[in-house]
C-alpha cells in the first residue's frame, strides 16, 4: 500500500503517475479497494484450475489476480465499458462486453464469481443475484461488495453537508439503490448460499490516506460540473476539499459492505 501512495505524483491532486482524468480515477479506486478483496479472497480454497468470473471487472486489477490464482483454469473479465481491460495480460483471461443484467452463463459453470459495486447500480438487483448464483458451481464462491450511504444530513461541516448531499443526490438520479449493500448479508442467505460471512469499511475524508486522493481526485475531475449545475457552490466545493487534510473534518460518509459465501455441495 506504500508503494502505491509513493507512485502518486502531485500535480493539483495527486494521480497515479502515467494516468489522468477517468483513468486515473479508475487506477486509485482500485488501489483504495483491492487490498480488503484480494485478502478475502486469498482466505477462500481457489483451485489452480477455477472458472472465475469478474463482474464489472473495471482497469481488470482482480481479473489479473485472479488468473495468477487460477493459473490452470479461466477468468472472464466481463463488463459494459472494456477499454481499459487488457485480454493479453494472461493466458486464460478472456475480456467480454456486457452487461450483467443481459449476460447469459451455463448453470454450475464457474467455482468463483466477484462482483464490485456493480448490484447498486442494477434495476433488479435481487432478481440479476439469483440468476447469477445460478452459474456458480456447487461448492463455488460469490463475492460481492457494495455500499450503504450514509444520510449526508449528519455530516460533520455545512460545507460536507452540501457537497455530499450533491454527490448522493446524483447517485440517486442515475437510479443507484443507496441501501443496497446493507440487504447483502440476507440477500446472501434468501438465494440459499451457505457459510455467508462479511466485512464492514468505513469509507469518507480522512479515514485512510488513498481514500481521502480519490474524494480529492473525484472532486477535481466532478466537481466543476457540480457547479455549473448549480447543486453546489464553489465556496463550499473548496471548504470540502480543504478539509479532507484536516482531521476536525474527519467522516464516515457510507460503509463498504464486503460478503462472501459458498453455493451448498449437492
Not at 500535480?11 to 479508475?26: I, N, Q, V
Not at 482466505?43 to 490452470?72: E, K, T
Not at 439503490?177 to 440459499?192: C, Q, V
Request: aromatic share 8%; glycine share 8%.
Amino acid at each position: 500500500m506504500e508503494e502505491n501512495a509513493d507512485a502518486f505524483r502531485a500535480e493539483g491532486t495527486k494521480a497515479p503517475a502515467g494516468a489522468a482524468g477517468d483513468d486515473a480515477l479508475a487506477l486509485l479506486w482500485e488501489w483504495v479497494y483491492d487490498p480488503l478483496t484480494a485478502e478475502i479472497l486469498a482466505s477462500l480454497p481457489i483451485g489452480r484450475n477455477w472458472r472465475c468470473l469478474d463482474v464489472g471487472a473495471g482497469s481488470g486489477s482482480m481479473s489479473y489476480w485472479l488468473a495468477a490464482q487460477a493459473d490452470q483454469g479461466s477468468v472472464i473479465a466481463l463488463d459494459t465499458d472494456i477499454r481499459r481491460l487488457d485480454a493479453r495480460r494472461a493466458p486464460n483471461l478472456t475480456v467480454v462486453r456486457q452487461d450483467v443484467a443481459e449476460a447469459e452463463f451455463e448453470p454450475d459453470s464457474t467455482d468463483l464469481i466477484l462482483a464490485r459495486a456493480v448490484f447498486e447500480h442494477l434495476p433488479k438487483a435481487e432478481e440479476t443475484f439469483e440468476r447469477v448464483v445460478r452459474w456458480l458451481a456447487p461448492g463455488g464462491w460469490i463475492l460481492l461488495e457494495d455500499f450503504y450511504f450514509l444520510p449526508s444530513e449528519h455530516a460533520v461541516s455545512p460545507a460536507a453537508r452540501a457537497l455530499i448531499g450533491a454527490y448522493f443526490a446524483g447517485w440517486k438520479a442515475v437510479g443507484a439503490d443507496m441501501h443496497w449493500g446493507r440487504r447483502l448479508p440476507s440477500t446472501f442467505a434468501r438465494a440459499g448460499l451457505t457459510s455467508v460471512e462479511m466485512r464492514v469499511a468505513p469509507l469518507g475524508p480522512g479515514q485512510d490516506e488513498l481514500d481521502s486522493e480519490l474524494i480529492r481526485l473525484r472532486m477535481k475531475l466532478q466537481g466543476p460540473s457540480m457547479i455549473e449545475q448549480g447543486v453546489v457552490s464553489a465556496e463550499n466545493l473548496e471548504a470540502f476539499v480543504a478539509g479532507l487534510d484536516d482531521p476536525r473534518d474527519r467522516d464516515v460518509t457510507m460503509l463498504r459492505f464486503c460478503v462472501w459465501g459458498q453455493k451448498p455441495e449437492r
